[in-house]
């Protein structure tokens, strides 16, 4: 004990913090019916098609979104270090407006910008709006995640390498870079789609049916399933943490290995 | 006509000249090193033949075709960089395959030329292996092989052995000029090491800030240096301040001591000013033997024992004197404070200009 102690104290204060109320709601979600505790809730959820629905939209969204950010990102990332590097702080700045501008003024001036476009007249064009406003919302972890896996490896010469052997821009983009910044785009990739899984500002200002409005909506209109919905959001995020690290670990032995 | 041929080539970056009128021709097969201290602008000449940056003025043919304005990928010319620069996310064969897939070779062919530059390289059962799998050396013989593989008309190597410990760089040195010599491609070496490139090239380049300072043989090089700077920069020299005393004779006075030189020195008044480079390895300790040798007399000041070479250190008034002779396990080597008087042969000194 002696020496132990203070540390294991503020480490369970620290993790009761986030688990009591974790095991709180998990707990009231079992309570469903009176006396016995049960899954109803969970069924409830699972058996509701708003939910299947909202989530398999959500999902989509987030993989679109995963998807075009990293088409966005990367290039952008490389050429910043390999030609601009000057530029770096101006990109590293533009990439962090999003923690500076409000979601709502970003979704209000990116409809009153769009109005009378396709990208507000249909169901479509409002998707495309949406996932636009996604990427601009995962800028801040792709690029941050993007720029740290490049200046792990030597891009200038790798670069150098692939053009003296006959590569031009988009073989060494696709063969070279995107392979060798992979496990940084996915931990970006994964803390985008945890983002978009559970927004709620954009999408329901922008009408759409995604997964954050629907656990508003539950959670408006239902006592227990809130909760249902809560833990299974919690294992969904945590299943999508998990897959970072393990499709990471094989990768990154390969990738960087003992230098 | 040359293979390669460099005319009138000059970079600058901004205000600063990286290199100025630099002409070369490299015929056929031949090896070429760039020699200099860093900052030369051996390396910004390398990669304006890769094609990596754009001369300011000048003109780069190879093999006949202007290229001066073609960019790297279209140029068909290997190199092989410092950091190895292979590609972390592909096996050791698909390394050395890239450039052929980059030119959509049939997937036998490729497998076909990456089996036969394993072989070259003496590396047959490594074709699956990642890069960081292997050793520094093995790592720069694969990205050799992968360079090679392209078939390029010209391979540029950029200090590929500066990254490796002495052992590797003696054994891998051979290695590139044993490949070199077998496949007969004409290669440009850059290096800051003289001993690298003097063990390695046909020819010489001797660089120092931007310019060329004497192009020749390894032997041209080292014995009859143009300048001081090449004189200074390559092997050991002891330069001596010396006076003439009579130019018509080529004697000149050292600390009050005489000596002669090979030649007259017309250009130069009597109580001019010049230096005498003398290489460590033709002054000889036996003072006394030789009838129409200088001599010198000191004090040993210092001995070194390098095994096969033992390294004299003469101290002559205010100047320090560096003797090598072979290791001779007859002769005592001198004591340090002991006299001395050392011999060289009037045409072992080296009159150097600008003293």
């Known amino acids: 004990m002696g020496k132990r102690f203070w540390p294991w104290l503020w480490f369970l204060l620290g993790a009761s913090y986030f688990l009591v109320p974790l095991y709180a709601t998990f707990d009231f979600s079992l309570r469903a019916r009176r006396g016995e505790l049960t899954f ?6 699972l058996r509701d098609i708003k939910f299947v629905e909202s989530f398999s939209f959500s999902l989509q969204t987030a993989l679109a979104t995963i998807v075009v950010s990293a088409l966005v990102i990367v290039p952008t990332a490389y050429w910043v270090q390999l030609r601009l590097p000057r530029l770096r702080p101006v990109v590293e700045f533009f990439t962090l407006l999003p923690f500076v501008v409000p ?29 636009g406003s996604y990427v601009v919302l995962s800028f801040p972890y792709m690029y941050r995640a993007v720029d740290t896996g490049l200046r792990s490896i030597n891009i200038h010469d790798l670069t ?51 997964f954050g409005p629907y656990m508003n909506l539950l959670a408006s209109s239902k006592v227990y399933e809130p909760s249902a919905l809560a833990i299974i959001s919690f294992g969904l995020t945590w299943a999508a943490i998990a897959a970072i690290q393990w499709i990471g670990q094989g990768t990154q032995a390969r990738l960087v290995g003992p230098r | 006509m040359a293979f390669l041929e460099i005319t009138g080539v000059r970079k600058s970056f901004g205000a600063s000249v990286a290199v100025e009128s630099f002409h070369l021709a490299v015929a056929r097969g031949e090896f070429v090193s760039f020699l ?9 000449t390398l990669r304006m033949v890769a094609g990596f940056e754009k001369p300011t003025s000048g003109r780069i043919v190879i093999d006949g075709v202007d290229v001066t304005d073609t960019p790297p990928n279209r140029r068909n010319v290997g190199m092989v960089f410092q950091s190895y620069a292979l590609f972390p996310n592909m096996t050791v064969a698909d390394n050395i395959g890239f450039g052929l897939k980059v030119a959509r070779r049939p997937a036998g062919e490729i497998q076909e030329r990456v089996t036969e530059l394993l072989r070259i390289i003496h590396m047959p059962e490594y074709g699956r292996s990642y890069p960081y799998q292997l050793s520094g050396g093995q790592q720069q013989r694969v990205a050799l092989a992968r360079a090679l593989a392209i078939q390029p ?41 003289q001993e690298e490139a003097m063990a390695l090239s046909d020819r010489i380049v001797v660089m120092s800030r931007g310019r060329i300072e004497q192009v020749g043989t390894p032997f041209e090089v080292y014995n009859f240096p143009a300048t001081r700077f090449v004189a ?51 002054i000889s300790l036996d003072g006394q033997a030789g009838h129409d040798a200088n001599r010198l007399s000191g004090t040993v000041a210092d001995v070194t024992f390098l095994g096969p070479i033992v390294r004299v250190q003469m101290h002559l008034s205010g100047d320090v004197l ?3 002779i072979f290791n001779n396990p007859q002769l005592r080597p001198p004591q340090p404070g002991a006299p001395i008087t050392v011999r060289f042969a009037p045409d072992a000194c080296l009159v150097l200009d600008d003293a």
């Open chain 2, 232 to 282: 200074s920069f390559v092997g050991t020299l002891n330069v001596l301040q010396a006076t003439v005393a009579d130019a018509a004779t080529g004697r000149l006075s050292v600390q009050g001591q005489e000596i002669r030189v090979a030649r007259p020195l017309p250009e130069h008044a009597p109580g001019a000013s010049v230096g005498v480079a003398i290489r460590p390895e033709l």
């Open chain 1, 103 to 131: 979601a709502v003024v970003l979704v209000f001036s990116l409809a009153r910008t769009y109005s009378r476009t396709p990208l507000t007249d249909s169901r479509e064009g409002l998707w495309v709006l949406l996932v």
């Open chain 1, 40 to 45: 109803a809730a969970y069924a409830n959820v």
């Open chain 1, 160 to 210: 150098e390498a692939a053009q003296s052997l006959g590569a031009g821009w988009p073989t060494i983009l696709m063969r070279v870079i995107f392979p060798n910044v992979y496990v940084s785009l996915l931990s970006g990739a994964f803390i985008t789609f945890a983002i978009v899984m559970g927004e709620f500002t954009i999408a329901a200002l922008l009408a759409q049916p995604a």
């Open chain 2, 36 to 44: 200099g201290p860093s900052g030369c602008g051996k390396t910004t």
């Open chain 2, 322 to 324: 560096h003797i090598d």
């Open chain 2, 153 to 193: 008309k010209l391979l540029l190597l950029d200090e590929p052995l500066s990254a490796l410990d002495a052992k590797i760089r003696a054994s891998l040195r051979q290695e590139i000029r044993d490949i070199q010599r077998q496949l007969g491609i004409t290669t440009i070496y850059v290096t800051h090491d």
